[in-house]
């Protein structure tokens, strides 16, 4: 049950209703109950470990208010060692001996979240939870717990301890953020991946345009898969009186990688900042060094914490290689800072698109990496695959070849039919065209403001409103003839 499905719809009525009428004190153990059974609905023989990592997290923060140190180290080595367990034990497998344990549906997430509650709390930054239950639902909640965004203790845990009745006008607000969401699951993330998914697994019977083209699909694929996601986890909070943090701010409108990646799953690269780099650049490591050095460069930090995060991802090398270019995007960036000076906030306008530009062809170069990794093990492919993709991005740039392959792409996908092949791009036009219209409105017209507020200050926002509405249910359709749903969503398996 996707949080694109027409059953969520149905779970969520019945929750809201439930849930905004129940008196206050039943109303946490009634939410969790809920996310229990999505889950359940979602990966049933992964429920009792995703409870057993709440019960963990739970007895490790009590512990910590006796034995503060000893608890929070074991509570993070052992947070970290259950998720490696479950994120890599598949390199072990063989035919006849280790068989893979599947990995369960966003352990990632809500590991991070248990890892910062401990951490905030032997800090002070938030309260140790005494109840298990508001505990288990800051990790558990079913708006969040397959792909995020990983929130913090000390922002949601105080809104479980408050009263939650219906409020019209978060429903509507909720309502905005939940149609911006789904248009941009269903309507683009899900009908981009026709060409991505026809063209990536083939990509040596295609061209250069072709194959840049489906590189470009994918890394808007991605995009408005991911932001779509933390829309409508963020519009299920709204609807149940929760704020939940924002994931996505306009990255593909950023000048810089600093700035990209203060807008690209924030909640991601937030806590990396928060809870790996920090606390690696203030490390003293003169005992280590004999006292020649008291903290090691900032850069070698950078670099280290982009190669977490690119193995983070996955444990095959084109993760490790996505990594590795963000880090080195990252550390050139500081390097011709250095070298050349700080840029110029109010630089002109055409030397401000040619940076974004710039930032957007590397980052989808970045993406081929990125697509190659996550192929299916059914059709797998190699970092090889990634580099011989690059490759033959400059071959074959024959306009009649395109045109062919352009076509074929979406007739070997979707219907047999020139017409629907015509129908599909026109729609693919209109959809990438209204959605960064209003990626485009909210970086420039609305300086990044959260999105529901900024749909509902456009001057034509009943037009927009419909649009998303109609594009949506199409994008529903067109699916029908062909089109495979993302299920979860593309990184609920992280």
Same mark, same amino acid.
């Given at each position: ?60 923060? !009590?512990?910590? +208010?006796?034995?503060?140190?000893? @608890? &929070? =180290?074991?509570?993070?080595? %052992? *947070?970290?060692?259950?998720? $490696? ?79 939650? !009745?219906?409020? +019209?006008?978060?429903?509507?607000? @909720? &309502? =905005?953020?939940?149609?911006? %969401? *789904?248009?941009?699951?269903? $309507? ?120 977490i995060s690119g193995f983070w991802h996955g444990n095959t090398l084109p993760f490790v290689v ?173």
């Open positions: 049950m996707s949080l694109q499905s027409f059953g969520f719809f149905g779970f969520l009525l019945v929750v809201a209703a439930v849930y905004l009428h129940l008196p206050q004190r039943w109303q946490n153990g009634f939410l969790l109950g809920a996310s229990w059974v999505f889950y359940a609905l979602a990966m049933p023989t992964m429920l009792p470990v995703t409870i057993a990592i709440a019960v963990f997290t739970y007895l490790c923060g !009590r512990c910590m +208010a006796t034995h503060k140190t000893a @608890a &929070l =180290r074991m509570g993070v080595v %052992g *947070l970290l060692a259950i998720l $490696a367990f479950f994120k890599y034990n598949g390199a072990f497998a063989s035919d006849g001996g280790w068989q893979a344990v599947a990995m369960p549906l966003g352990i990632s997430f809500y590991s991070f979240a248990a890892i910062s509650y401990l951490i905030d709390a032997a800090r002070g930054d938030c309260e140790i939870e005494t109840n298990f239950i508001d505990c288990a639902l800051f990790l558990n909640f079913f708006a969040t717990v397959t792909q995020g965004p990983i929130c913090r203790a000390g922002a949601l845990m105080p809104q479980f301890k408050t009263e939650h !009745r219906f409020d +019209a006008a978060r429903a509507v607000q @909720a &309502l =905005r953020l939940l149609a911006l %969401g *789904l248009f941009k699951l269903v $309507a683009v993330s899900d009908v981009l991946g026709l060409v991505v998914d026809e063209v990536f697994p083939n990509y040596r019977s295609y061209g250069g345009p072709m194959l840049v083209l489906a590189a470009v699909f994918y890394t808007f694929q991605l995009y408005f898969n991911f932001s779509g996601y933390s829309e409508v986890a963020r519009a299920v909070g709204l609807l149940l009186g929760l704020e939940l943090p924002e994931n996505f701010k306009t990255p593909f409108f950023a000048t810089n990688f600093s700035g990209f990646w203060s807008r690209w799953h924030i909640s991601f690269s937030s806590w990396l900042q928060d809870y790996l780099f920090m606390p690696l650049a203030w490390a003293d490591v003169s005992g280590v060094t004999g006292g020649r050095l008291t903290r090691l460069p900032a850069e070698f930090f950078v670099f280290t914490v982009f190669f996505w990594g590795l270019l963000q880090a080195l995007y990252r550390l050139g960036e500081e390097l011709m800072h250095r070298r050349f000076g700080k840029p110029k906030k109010k630089a002109p306008a055409r030397v401000l698109w040619a940076k974004r530009a710039a930032v957007f062809v590397l980052w989808c170069i970045s993406m081929v990496f990125f697509r190659v990794g996550s192929s299916p093990a059914a059709a797998p492919l190699t970092v090889g695959d990634a580099f011989t993709y690059l490759g033959h991005c400059f071959l074959s740039w024959a306009p009649a070849r395109f045109v062919s392959e352009l076509y074929a792409a979406a007739y070997n996908g979707f219907y047999a039919n020139a017409i629907m092949v015509a129908a599909y791009y026109a729609f693919l036009v209109l959809v990438l065209a209204l959605a960064f219209y209003l990626d485009y409105r909210r970086a420039f017209g609305f300086k990044n403001k959260p999105a529901e507020l900024c749909l509902a200050a456009e001057k034509h926002r009943w037009a927009v409103y419909y649009a998303l509405v109609v594009a949506l249910l199409i994008g529903y359709i067109m699916q029908s003839g062909g089109f495979g749903s993302s299920g979860f969503g593309m990184y609920a398996g992280f």
